[in-house]
Nanobody
């Protein structure tokens, strides 16, 4: 019923920038927290950054000062601006949201399909 679709991944050089976007659609009453996770080859999925419906943000130390998470509540979207990219940022990035269903008012965690980010010269 609810779908998250990411876009914006790709290849960047070290020191470069990429912007990821994620749009939620379907039967949505309200979206609570939204966030971005990433999973590098051979590693567990890790939290990158989160943002509440009120705009409070949190990020893992390794991306603080380089990545910025933002959301547009009217459009049900969340973005991740990634600057000063490093090779260790290479991973599949997943959008995540806690969504209160418009159908049954039950809150469920939804995930996007993932988008590849590769940082390499």
């Amino acid at each position: 019923q609810v779908q998250l679709v990411e876009s914006g991944g790709g290849l960047a050089q070290p020191g470069g920038s990429l912007r990821l976007s994620c749009a939620a659609s379907g039967s949505i009453f309200r979206i609570n927290a939204m966030g971005w996770y990433r999973q590098a080859p051979g590693k567990q999925r890790e939290l990158v950054a989160t943002i509440t419906s009120g705009g409070n943000t949190n990020a893992v130390d390794s991306v603080k000062g380089r990545f910025t998470i933002a959301r547009d509540n009217a459009k049900n979207t969340v973005s991740l601006q990634m600057n000063s990219l490093k090779p260790e940022d290479t991973a599949v990035y997943y959008c995540n949201a806690l969504i209160l269903s418009g159908t049954d008012r039950i809150a469920r965690v939804s995930w996007g399909q993932g988008t590849q980010v590769t940082v390499s010269s």
